[in-house]
């Protein structure tokens, strides 16, 4: 047989461990090996192991086994070490090639946009956008679909009454944003048509993190005599499938 390097007893523990779930949150030693299709003795040692070191507990009661707590004392540093901009790099590669447009993953800092992450190719436009270069969210179409996530009290908070005009295309009424805001969510995609810059469109999709909520987009920034409608469409497409795999990776689970 051929050597892999792997160990046979841990390969076995992390097998117990992913027999777990929403649905089965406690088993039986019995449920566990018939799973397995191992030994009750061989189970019941593995068992014993991980509820020694604290990632398994059992119900006295019932003699039910199920995950333990010591898993929670790495989840925050499981969370704290995601680096979304390095993760979604080779994905925004991969857009860019295809599309051949300047495109950008930002996050929400407070009510402004910080952007983490950027490439373009030869034929795209070349933009004053830099990594870690920040905007107002409500004036992008990265910021917007990340806004068009949240709440009404959130958003009154955010966005302040009085929009300054960038181009003669900015909404600057507050009650007339979050009514493009709430058609945005509706659509899956935003998009900014010069609001911001004057020959310069954009479309932006949202990223999802672990706990389902929308911290960060992936966009499309392009010259808008090239942004037409169909393109639009097509980019948003592209991208959204982009921010599927960008989610997934960084623990969206829906």
């Known amino acids: 047989m051929k050597n892999t ?51 398994i507990d059992q119900d006295q009661e019932t ?24 993760i979604a790099s080779p994905v925004i590669e991969k857009v860019c090639e295809e599309i051949e447009e300047t495109v950008h993953v930002a ?39 990340i806004l068009c996530h949240m709440d009404r009290e959130k958003l009154n908070e955010l966005v302040p009454d009085k929009i300054k005009r960038l181009t003669s295309t900015t909404i600057t009424d507050k009650q007339e944003l979050f009514k493009a805001l ?19 469109s954009c479309v932006a999709a949202p990223i999802i993190n672990h706990m389902g909520d929308v911290k960060y987009s992936l966009s499309v920034t392009g010259p808008t005599v090239r ?13 959204k499938e982009a921010t599927i795999e960008i989610s997934y990776k960084i623990g969206y689970k829906g």
Do not use: W
């Open 5 to 55: 390097g792997r160990v046979q007893s841990i390969d076995r523990a992390v097998a117990i461990l992913e027999c777990f779930s929403e649905n089965k949150c406690e088993l039986k030693l019995s449920e566990i090996a018939c799973k397995l299709d191992l030994n009750k003795s061989t189970v019941h040692g593995l068992l014993n192991t991980l509820k020694h070191h604290g990632f």
């Open 63 to 86: 003699q039910k086994y199920r995950l333990g707590l010591r898993f929670l004392g790495f989840s925050d540093l499981v969370i704290s070490s995601i680096d979304v901009g390095n």
């Open 107 to 145: 996050m929400l800092d407070g009510s402004d946009i910080v952007y983490i992450g950027k490439r373009e190719c030869n034929k795209s436009i070349k933009t004053s956008t830099k990594i870690g270069a920040r905007f107002p969210a409500y004036y992008t179409a990265d910021g917007k679909i």
């Open 182 to 200: 709430a058609e945005m969510k509706d659509k899956g995609y935003a998009v900014d048509n010069e609001g911001v810059i004057r020959g310069l």
């Open 227 to 239: 942004m037409t409608e169909d393109k639009i469409k097509k980019y948003a497409e592209i991208i």
